[in-house]
């Protein structure tokens, strides 16, 4: 077997259960609004707006399982098994206390929260049932985002899918008896997948713990380690920031521009958003086998999956784009019947396929410089990525160019326009060889 052909099933041993796990994730989110929704509107509004506050914290703490892989992967590259096993345990043990303070933090707030969004009564008091319940579960979600880092830093990305599909399998099967066989109505929904979350934590705390047995490594707290954790962390927080401020603004843009282009846009970013689900799980294998060989001090091989990833998110990303354009005028009438939005959607789903092999090669960069460890880069480049990118949508928001036009303009702007400061900031960077020694 070439090295190339190694190297590729490598990609696809991590990438594949990778992708799987990432799928579970709206699997949990549908299967909630699936039983919520037949309790009326009320609980499926309020249930949205819970969710809305779920989702957005989640998306913030993403980076505890993108600074633990590399951390980890590292150490495991470089055959300290014992060390790679620590970090991940302090890794787990800094979710746990961000989890508590932001679970009390939450609850306290959940009333202030719901308020933010103005809804009617009946769906406020949903939406604090849900979501109060729910911030319970938080420091689960958490560990289990850590605990997710470092079995991809040891190059396993099966027990991860595993652990998510169970976990989905028992969300489904509490909220099914919390909710209709106990009539505990959405708080039965909330309940349940607080117990899924707190269980695959009990998976993740049994693997975690045979592990450690097996490499001597302890289980208690290191200071300095979660203090490392939480200095990496830290930076790719911000770096998800200046994303969330490029979507938040964005969906501002499209709200300004009406209700059916901001409708049509939610089409169009949901089906870009299912597309980086396989993209993201390219990004995950580069980000281990980076962070791995990186940690085995073999810069060639370094250059060679940073060449082979990339080359797979062009191509993966290109595929999925024809997918897309070749369905752009009736993805529309896919999801709403009508062949007005469907004629609105047509054209920006078209931009937006031809955007996806610079998409694909953007997130496999992203991963690239995560595995590396080079989160201080990412942060700089992330706010700087906005300079181009805001005065775009001030001209769109301001113009308020009509139908199509305008959906086409908010599309360019966003899949091309950020995207190719994305490409040119992440570009850049790995052309030299300073990130490659910028984490110990």
Do not use: C
Not at 39 to 61: F, H, K, R, W, Y
Not at 68 to 87: I, Q
Not at 91 to 116: D, E, R
């Amino acid at each position: 077997m070439t090295r190339t052909a190694h190297l590729n099933r490598e990609i696809l041993r991590l990438a594949v259960p990778a992708l799987g796990a990432l799928v579970v994730e709206p699997l949990f989110l549908m299967a909630d609004a699936a039983m919520v929704g037949h309790l009326g509107v009320e609980p499926l509004a309020g249930l949205g707006i819970a969710s809305a506050v779920l989702n957005t914290i989640a998306g913030l703490m993403v980076f505890l399982a993108y600074a633990t892989t590399p951390g980890v992967a590292r150490r495991f590259g470089a055959g300290d098994e014992r060390g790679a096993v620590s970090v991940g345990i302090d890794g787990m043990w800094l979710a746990l206390g961000l989890g508590a303070v932001l679970a009390t933090a939450g609850a306290l707030a959940t009333p202030l929260l719901v308020a933010a969004f103005g809804p009617a009564g009946a769906v406020a008091e949903q939406a604090e049932v849900y979501l109060g319940i729910s911030m319970w579960g938080l420091p689960a979600m958490l560990i289990v985002m850590a605990a997710t880092g470092l079995l991809r830093g040891l190059q396993n990305t099966v027990l991860p899918l595993w652990i998510a599909g169970v976990g989905f399998v028992a969300n489904a099967a509490l909220n099914l008896l919390f909710i209709y066989g106990f009539g505990w109505g959405i708080a039965g929904s909330a309940i349940g997948t607080v117990v899924a979350q707190w269980g695959m934590v009990v998976a993740y705390a049994l693997i975690v713990h045979r592990l450690a047995r097996r490499h001597h490594a302890s289980l208690r707290p290191h200071r300095d380690g979660i203090r490392g954790s939480a200095r990496a962390g830290g930076w790719l927080f911000l770096r998800t920031v200046s994303l969330r401020v490029a979507l938040l603004l964005t969906v501002g843009a499209a709200t300004a521009l009406g209700t059916d282009e901001l409708a049509g846009w939610q089409v169009v970013f949901t089906i870009a958003t299912t597309a980086a689900f396989a993209l993201d799980a390219l990004a995950i294998a580069a980000q281990a086998l980076i962070g791995k060989h990186l940690g085995a001090g073999d810069p060639d091989a370094v250059r060679h999956v940073l060449r082979r990833t990339i080359a797979w998110g062009g191509w993966f990303g290109l595929a999925i784009g024809v997918v897309i354009g070749a369905l752009s005028g009736v993805i529309g009438l896919a999801f709403t019947g009508d062949p007005q939005l469907a004629a609105l959607i047509a054209l920006p789903l078209l931009l937006m396929a031809i955007a996806q092999p610079l998409a694909g090669v953007v997130y496999v960069l992203d991963g690239v410089l995560m595995g590396a460890g080079d989160g201080r880069y990412l942060a700089v480049v992330g706010v700087l990525n906005l300079v181009p990118f805001l005065p775009a949508l001030w001209i769109i928001s301001t113009a308020r160019p009509e139908g199509s036009a305008g959906l086409s303009w908010l599309t360019i702007a966003f899949f091309l326009i950020y995207m190719a400061a994305r490409m040119l900031g992440l570009g850049l960077r790995v052309r030299g060889t300073r990130w490659m020694s910028v984490a110990g």
